[in-house]
């Protein structure tokens, strides 16, 4: 049975973390393959399906069972109309599948996110990359691992040696497409090797914390896309900030224009 409290459990008491979420990731890696139910939210491009719900809803259910004064912050929630408001009460910040467009089409590369705030300061986070098997885990003060393996982020600061990721976002009218492609072309054009796009924000970022990518920028993320991952990539050494930033952010943020999206707890 998925067992959310020994994640907060084990993270809060500094134990390495043992696979506990991989049941959950299984629910996920056994519906990849299966038929799906596929709908659309703020575009054509931005989907959900039955197994984001059940996934959100058991994440859910089991963490309000252990701690019933927790408050929850979750993608499927937030769509179906819930206020997305952090307070400084202990709240989860969840993102079921992240990737579910990967999901649907069978492309391997889909995430459960779970991050946790008191206070409204990050604690920690967890990512699981549910068909490699690797849980990325953050905890504030404590450090960054994948399986038990340390991350630390890349150390370049030339962005004509960097390999930078982004992610499309949902927005696709020819405006919002338009300057999604004039950024990545002023990145190439900065000689960046590279520009990349894997479909999941949050496993993105954890490329990013294990530096095996330098810098990632992307407008229209949301707080349960960025949740865990802050933590993550924190605890790599690394820094998430908006785009008025530092070094390579800095670099970056001067390369490309603002898409907006508005913000989470504005809608
Ligand atoms: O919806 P989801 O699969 O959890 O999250 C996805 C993000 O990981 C990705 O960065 C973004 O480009 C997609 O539009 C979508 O938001
Ligand atoms: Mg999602
Ligand atoms: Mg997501």
Known sequence: KY???NIYRILISGKDPVQEVCELACIIKKALTEEKRVSTKTSAADLVTETDHLVEDLIISELRKKF????????????????????DSPTWIIDPIDGTCNFVHRFPTVAVSIGFAVNKELEFGVIYHCTEERLYTGRRGQGAFCNKQRLRVSKETDLSKALVLTEIGPKRDPDTLKLFFSNMEKLLHAKAHGVRVI??????????ASGAADAYYQFGLHCWDLAAATVIIREAGGIVID???????MLIAQAIQTINYGRDDEK
């Open 3 to 5: 067992n959310s409290l």
């Open 243 to 249: 785009t008025s930033g530092e070094e390579m952010a």
């Open 199 to 208: 479909g999941s924000s949050t496993l993105a970022l954890c490329h990013l």
């Open 68 to 87: 019933p004064s927790h408050r929850f912050i979750a993608e499927e929630s937030t769509a179906a109309g819930e206020k997305c408001v952090l307070t």
